[in-house]
């Protein structure tokens, strides 16, 4: 038998095989968006898996601001900050977010979806997101990514 032909092969940065995904997230809910994203920057949707490298895709994300939440999280889902002195708890709500910064509510959760080391932090900046339709990778020819395929 050829014991050579089923050995496992870790990936690493340098072998990770990386490509360009663009996703559009119009009438897209947030949660469903976030979750998807998070494995494609991951690399977990991938037969090179790795846990311990960055072998996941670089995402782009456009249209931030038409992204959806169900039932009344719009006016009840609260993003909580500390400024670190006594009494700085700072409270801003979805609806607020999203007319101040949209791009922050898909990023919070998409980072909320990550590790939480070095190799998260790496991960996240793989992660590209727009308000608008337009964005400014074309060079890099990204493939539309249709969401409600995937499973």
């Known amino acids: ?26 009438d897209e809910i947030l949660g469903r968006l976030a979750s998807a994203t998070a494995k494609m920057l991951r690399g977990k949707n991938k037969p090179s898996f790795t846990p311990h490298a960055d072998c996941g895709d670089n995402v782009i994300i ?4 038409k992204v959806k939440l169900t039932g009344n999280k ?11 002195y006594p009494g700085g708890q700072r409270i801003t709500t ?8 949209p791009t922050a509510m898909v990023e919070y959760a998409v980072k909320g979806m990550l590790p939480k080391t070095r190799l998260g932090n790496a991960i996240f900046k793989n992660l590209y997101v727009y308000e608008g339709s337009e964005h400014k990778h074309e060079a890099q020819k ?10």
Request: neutral net charge; without cysteine; hydrophobic residues 35%.
């Open 74 to 84: 719009m006016d009840q889902k609260e993003y909580v900050r500390h400024s670190g």
């Open 62 to 65: 456009i249209n931030a601001e």
């Open 142 to 151: 990204p493939r539309k990514i249709n969401l409600n395929e995937i499973k």
């Open 94 to 101: 979805a609806n607020e977010l999203m007319a101040k910064k």
């Open 1 to 26: 038998m050829d014991t050579l032909s089923y050995k496992t092969i870790s990936a690493n940065k340098e072998t990770a095989q990386k490509e360009w995904l663009l996703i559009d997230a119009e």
